[in-house]
């Protein structure tokens, strides 16, 4: 599967435990999409298009309206990387 780098950064930083804040308008779309690591930083490689890819492609998922987190294809399918801490 092709994933573009900001993708994989974003699918990254939800598999160290991230989570992706969303808003949505009146007819139900999301409108607005925050992507938070687990140290609470916003992540601005994420934007509401690499959002929509992520979700098209399934790598990620929310349940009962909770922000959205990697799932179980996404953490198969993210490139392992160094963590530069």
Not at 36 to 64: A, P, W, Y
């Amino acid at each position: 599967m092709n994933i573009s780098k900001d993708e994989q950064r974003v699918l990254h930083a939800l598999a160290q435990g991230g989570l992706i804040r969303f808003e949505r308008a009146a007819n139900g779309r999301v409108t607005d999409v925050l992507c938070f690591t687990r140290d609470g930083h916003v992540l601005t490689h994420c934007t509401l298009m690499v959002f929509q890819k992520l979700r098209r492609k399934r790598l990620i998922e929310s349940h009962n309206s909770n922000p959205y987190r990697i799932s179980q294809k996404g953490r198969l399918s993210v490139r392992a990387q160094v963590n530069n801490r």
